[in-house]
């Protein structure tokens, strides 16, 4: 069976077996352990995984990639798959009790975002995940605070986990080759939040409007939540731009907001 790749589905299949080598190498994959894989393709990632002796989910959402994996791992008893949209997948119906998973994914670029806050809704069930993400969201990813590159989904995806850049992947390594530069992610779901947080919905409003718009001051950007001698009140300086803030000063305002009236 042969399978053209289609845009639509965001596909583009790893075949680089140096880069396929160093994934594995860095995931410390042990016997015995559950893995779910995101995106599976034509099995790059899912035939060594297997190999390692793992137990092994793959969710995708090309039915016709379904059919080939199903007749291509015919033999695999420790493997399921599943033909759904990741994006609507319950992933913690998958985790046994204390079970905890660890997920993989050359993601679907579109997608990545709101992929990555979904598995979040279930980080108690996630032991870590690897990500293969356009190099530009991984920077933004783990971007720190003074950075142009440190923005909301530095600070959300930092809310909730340990976030590391292992190593970029070049345009070459994939068929067909994408336009932009890759790079695999580790994100370890903090086990304690790293501050208190009353309400997440508060602090993502707080953090879009911080960062809507960047170039202005908190005093200003802030205007319409916070009054300046509030922001005063918390040891932060009005006159700073969002870019600056840390994740703690972020939480201090988003628990400051939900107090107000
Ligand atoms: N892991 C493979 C394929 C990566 S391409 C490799 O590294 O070679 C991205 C894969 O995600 C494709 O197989 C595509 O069909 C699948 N995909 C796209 N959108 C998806 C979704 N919403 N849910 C699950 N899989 C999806």
Known sequence: MTHSPRKRFGQNFLHDHNIIYSI????????????????????????????????LDVVELDRDLVALLKDKFRQQNNLQIHSADAL?????????????????????????????????????????????????????????????????????????????LLFDVPPESFD??????????RLMPHRQPPVEVNDIKILNRVVIQAFSQRRKTLRNS?????????IIALDIDPALRAEALSLEDFAKLSNLLQELP
């Open 88 to 164: 609507k997948f319950d992933f913690s119906a998958l985790a046994e009790q204390n079970e905890k998973l660890r997920i993989i994914g050359n993601l679907p670029y579109n997608i990545s975002t709101p992929l990555m806050f979904h598995l979040l809704d279930n980080a108690s069930c996630i032991e870590d995940m690897h990500f293969m993400l356009q190099k530009e969201v991984v920077d933004r990813i783990c971007a720190t605070p003074g950075s142009k590159k440190y923005g909301r989904l530095s600070v959300m995806m930092q809310y909730y986990c340990a976030t590391e």
């Open 24 to 55: 594995l190498s860095s995931l410390e994959a042990k016997a015995g352990e559950h893995w779910v894989e995101i995106g599976p393709g034509l099995g790059a990632l899912t035939e060594p995984l297997l190999k390692l002796g793992v137990r």
């Open 222 to 230: 802030l205007k319409k939540l916070i009054d300046e001698d509030a």
């Open 176 to 185: 067909p080759v994408p336009k932009v530069m890759s790079a695999i992610v």
